[in-house]
């Protein structure tokens, strides 16, 4: 069976590494686009062909990976003058990976599909050192007949593939695990502060927490990596960023019809956060603007 020829488009702080791990590790042909020259650069020299525009892509590859910041630009490359539903040849199938609103993405997926093209939603959690080491974890959406055209590609990068459902379903999981993360960072930053002001030192807190009932994920990594150095660097997973994930799970309560008051106070922790100049800070840094009485 002829290997499929795949597409890569968005090459930021996660596309890149991921087109990396495919490139080098699954031996297919690969064609890669981004409005940045430096990382579609950085890829021809390990043996990616560039493309000149997104079009091209979409009218010659087999399956087109999408890894963009988010809806707005999603939508724009579906949609928009020389995206892939203009462009995207029969039998295309689009793999999106970005994060992106459960609504939207079966709007497209639906619109595309009346094209002929198929879809899958794909995002992915994790930290970039995961892309880096291709140990992601990503949740797809999709029929079972795409999920298993697409698992073996998606190994390349990831240590854990989800198959979540019908389309969207992948969204769903991501937004919820980015949920009960900010929510859980937001403690975080409540418990420091708390403890700090009662004379408890900051890194036997912490150290003590992973201990017991209060360890996760984001303690070890968001907590005593980024909160207790105090140390939010740009180029991480910016407060921005987090506060645009945020709002996808709000969208996602108001199409369900639930409310989720920790997702609002959430928001709200990172808009000050925003309001306080950290915007492009990696977003733990709204431990700085925990508020006083």
């Known amino acids: 069976m002829t290997s499929p020829t795949i597409g ?38 390990l043996g990616a062909h560039a493309a000149r525009t997104l079009a091209e892509l979409a009218a010659e590859v087999d399956i087109l990976f999408l890894s963009l910041p988010g809806g ?25 990976m970005t994060t992106a609103p459960v609504g939207l993405t079966r709007e497209l997926a639906d619109e595309l599909a009346a094209r002929g093209i198929n879809y899958a939603d794909a995002p992915v959690a994790r930290t970039r050192q995961a892309a880096e080491d291709g140990t992601l974890s990503i949740m797809v959406g999709a029929s079972r007949e ?50 700090k002001a009662a004379g408890v030192d900051a890194g036997l807190l912490f150290d003590t927490l992973s201990k017991g009932s209060a360890d996760s994920f984001a303690l070890r990594n968001h907590g005593m990596k980024a909160m207790l150095p105090d140390s939010f660097p740009e180029g991480a997973f910016p407060t921005d960023y987090a506060l645009k994930d945020v709002s996808y799970a709000l969208e996602l309560a108001a199409l369900t019809g639930y409310r989720t008051p920790g997702a609002e106070l959430a928001k709200a922790r990172m808009e000050k956060a925003r309001e306080a100049g950290f915007a492009n800070a990696y977003f733990p840094a709204l431990a700085r603007v925990v508020d006083r009485t």
């Open 8 to 45: 890569f488009a968005g090459l930021g702080v996660m596309g890149e590494p991921i087109c990396r791990n495919i490139l080098t590790k699954s031996g297919a042909a690969l064609k890669v686009f981004d409005l940045k020259p430096d990382p579609v650069q950085r890829l021809e020299t």
């Open 146 to 195: 795409v999920f298993e055209r697409i698992q073996p590609i998606l190994a390349h990068a990831a240590s854990e593939i989800t198959h979540c459902g019908p389309i969207g379903c992948g969204q769903v999981v991501k937004i919820l695990n980015n949920m009960v993360l900010f929510e859980t960072v937001v403690a975080l930053s409540e418990a420091l502060a708390l403890g």
């Open 72 to 96: 707005k630009q999603l939508e724009a490359v579906v949609r928009g003058p020389g995206g892939i539903l203009e462009t995207g040849r029969e039998g295309l199938l689009v793999v999106d």
